[in-house]
């Protein structure tokens, strides 16, 4: 099995900055394109940032030059640098990842469990 956890949610004010993470543990033979997607409520999920194996990089239109995502092969980790954070961008964010089960060799597309992020005005 392979699972996903993130952390680094929270309450931040206007203007204000957090860094998410998320990491994969488990029977993992790699990690191929990880992704975050956020969900606010009563809205559906939408996808935020890409970053591929190789460190290449999207992002949606409406984070575009206040977020950064980046990822830590050895440590199988993903994470999310949100700056200049507005109302709008609060949301149940996840990690997703494309992950090869070293037992099965199979790829499954895996998911976190979410993380808050609100931003108070």
């Known amino acids: 099995q392979v699972q996903l956890v993130e952390s680094g949610g929270g309450l931040v004010q206007v203007g204000g900055s957090l860094r998410l993470s998320c990491q994969a543990s488990?029977?993992?033979?790699?990690?191929?394109?990880m992704n975050w997607y956020r969900q606010a409520p009563g809205k559906q999920r939408e996808l935020v940032a890409v970053i591929t194996t190789g460190g290449s990089t999207k992002y949606a239109d409406s984070v575009k030059g206040r977020f950064t995502i980046s990822r830590d092969n050895a440590k199988n980790t993903v994470y999310l640098q949100m700056n200049s954070l507005k109302p709008e961008d609060t949301a149940v964010y996840y990690c997703n990842a494309l992950a090869i089960n070293r037992l099965t060799m199979r790829r499954n597309d895996q998911w976190g469990q979410g993380t808050q992020v609100t931003v108070s005005s």
């Open positions: 488990g029977t993992i033979f790699s990690l191929n394109d």
